[in-house]
């Protein structure tokens, strides 16, 4: 099993930059992948980026270039940093991990949910 607690959320200007951590314990080593998903109220919980054991990277086209996520200590920790922030970005955001043991199937495990507000 995996237990995330996340961090960071706040509220920022827009044009501001955010760093949210999420930190991981638990069966570390069986986590492939880590992920940041965002909920806007009224809204479907969407992908924002994910990083694989391997390191690599992917990002949803209204972040690319403007949001980063890294490994701060294996998959242990993982970090969102966040840069020209805009109103369109305030959502709680989430930490999610993939579990995969030898056998049976994959796992998914949340954070609580840290919330990000951009307003003027």
């Known amino acids: 099993q995996v237990q995330l607690v996340e961090s960071g959320g706040g509220l920022v200007q827009p044009g501001g930059s955010l760093r949210l951590s999420c930190a991981a314990s638990?069966?570390?080593?069986?986590?492939?992948?880590m992920g940041w998903y965002r909920q806007a109220p009224g809204k479907e919980r969407e992908l924002v980026a994910f990083?694989?054991?391997?390191?690599?990277?992917n990002y949803a086209d209204s972040v690319k270039g403007r949001f980063a996520i890294s490994r701060g200590f294996g998959m242990s920790l993982v970090y969102l940093q966040m840069n020209s922030l805009k109103a369109e970005d305030t959502a709680v955001y989430y930490c999610?991990?993939?579990?995969?043991?030898?056998?049976?199937?994959?796992?998914?495990?949340w954070g609580q949910g840290t919330p990000v507000t951009v307003s003027s």
């Open positions: 999610n991990a993939k579990y995969s043991p030898p056998y049976g199937p994959d796992a998914y495990y």
């Open positions: 638990g069966s570390i080593i069986r986590i492939s992948a």
């Open positions: 990083i694989d054991n391997g390191g690599r990277t």
